[in-house]
Nanobody, 118 residues
């Protein structure tokens, strides 16, 4: 199995920045795409950004130009740098990884909370 652990969440004023990190452990050879999702109270979990093993990135429209996702395959980590944060970015942020050999199998971290005040 794959285990994911997030860190870096916190409380920040609008316009500020936070950097989230995710460390993978276990059967890391199985990991394909990795990404970040978020879930605000009363809402469904939504995609924030993904990055492939080759470093190809994909972003939700609402974070383009503000967030940057990157990964280090050697260290088995993925990072989400969040700049120009808005109150609507407030949510629990979850690290995600997809099985490289079985796209139906996904792994999730326990989440880290981000709160942006106006």
């Amino acid at each position: 199995q794959v285990q994911l652990a997030e860190s870096g969440g916190g409380f920040v004023q609008a316009g500020g920045s936070l950097s989230l990190s995710c460390a993978a452990s276990g059967s890391i050879f199985m990991i394909g795409f990795m990404g970040w999702y978020r879930q605000a109270p009363g809402k469904q979990r939504e995609l924030v950004a993904t990055v492939s093993r080759a470093g190809i990135t994909n972003y939700a429209d609402y974070v383009k130009g503000r967030f940057t996702i990157s990964r280090d395959n050697a260290k088995n980590t993925v990072t989400l740098q969040m700049n120009s944060l808005k109150p609507e970015d407030t949510a629990d942020y979850y690290c995600n990884a997809v099985n490289r050999y079985n796209s139906q199998e996904a792994y999730w971290g326990r989440g880290t909370q981000v709160t942006v005040s106006s």
